[in-house]
């Protein structure tokens, strides 16, 4: 059983792990104010920053990273189910059997 000490101390390493990332992030944007613009198909946006469209691309690739992930995962769970439901019914299996026989020695 994990303390609630563990608990915490976790959640703290996460926080700090967080604002570290996040001053980084902010020291990498602002250290990089070159500005760039894009053409999509004729259109032209307007310039961003391209340390901006670095850190945006970052975030979306992490957040999709985690929602295949978590598709992965929901996956692997309901099979991990269905084993689980398989494995309970032959242990009931098992143990008629075992009743069974311990009837006929008797």
Partial sequence: MVS???IWLKRLVILLGSLILLVILVNF???NPQLI?????????????AS???????IMGGLFGLMVSLVAITRLRLVNA???RKLDRRDAEI????????KGLT
């Avoid at 901006?52 to 970052?58: A, D, E, K, Q, T």
């Fill in 37 to 49: 613009r894009f053409d999509l198909a004729g259109l032209s946006l307007p310039e961003v920053k």
């Fill in 52 to 58: 901006s469209v670095v850190v945006i691309s970052f």
């Fill in 95 to 102: 143990q008629k059997l075992r009743a069974n026989a311990l």
């Fill in 82 to 84: 269905s084993f689980k």
């Fill in 4 to 6: 609630l000490l563990g």
């Fill in 29 to 31: 944007i602002v250290a």
